[in-house]
């Protein structure tokens, strides 16, 4: 055989090759909303407002007061969770096993994966705890580790452009992967806060303008 036609052979058994192993490497996932409404997500919090927009969520708001989030109505415990986002205005985050105070719009609280907007930190895919102990990975207290997390972070992460996020929690542990690269390794010891189960929430942070786009949200739950 010629080596023009292998090649062109071997290009076009790889191109049928690789939907399978795609499938493969996402079985399991489900979408986490149907692309067209919001059944079952609620808005509580502030004054920000989300809507669907070409099969994605998109969280926006002026003089927003207040954080808000698009919450699940569903709670989770162990998953794999994969996403893509674009922040182009505001400070944002995906919230998981959060919970969320007594009443109709009881504070959000809990974990949640940072779509930051400050580039000079770079702290996007990083961990927050929500309306309690602030951040875990980095720690506040821990200098060289926010060098090395700013310094990742700055090589990864893309402004205004689409981020692919992974988030596994698996008892007391989260992983998180940022455009491929390990972002997050948490053990979570303080028994208090640690929350085994809890909602997903998409934030539209409190401030003069905020614009942030969800796409591609699947989950696999772990038995």
């Known amino acids: 055989m010629k080596p023009l036609r292998f090649a062109l052979l071997t290009s076009l058994f790889l191109a049928l090759l690789a939907p399978s192993q795609a499938a493969h490497h996402e079985e399991g996932f489900v979408p986490l909303f149907d692309g067209k409404t919001l059944d079952g997500w609620r808005v509580v919090g502030g004054t920000g407002e989300f ?3 070409n099969g994605m969520i998109v969280g ?6 207040g954080n808000t989030f698009l919450r699940t109505e569903q709670t989770y415990t162990d998953f794999d969770l994969r996403f893509s986002y674009k922040r182009e205005h505001g400070n944002s985050g995906m919230m998981f096993r959060a919970l969320q105070r007594p009443g109709e719009n009881g504070r959000v609280n809990g974990y949640q994966c940072e779509h930051g907007n400050r580039p000079e930190r770079a702290w996007s895919g990083g961990l927050f705890d929500e309306a309690r102990r602030g951040w875990l990975q980095p720690h506040s207290t821990d200098p060289r580790g926010q060098a090395a997390f700013t310094s990742q972070g700055q090589r990864i992460i ?3 452009q689409w981020n692919d996020v992974r988030v596994r929690c ?3 542990v989260t992983k998180i992967w940022f455009n491929g690269e390990l972002r997050v390794h948490f053990v979570d010891t303080d028994k208090e ?3 085994l189960e809890g909602f997903f929430g998409l934030q539209v942070h409190s401030g003069d303008k905020s614009l942030v786009t969800w796409k591609d949200l699947r989950i696999k739950e772990l038995k």
């Open 158 to 160: 893309k402004l205004e």
């Open 193 to 195: 806060h640690n929350t």
């Open 60 to 65: 926006y708001g002026e003089n927003v007061k």
């Open 51 to 53: 809507k669907v927009e």
């Open 170 to 172: 698996e008892g007391n």
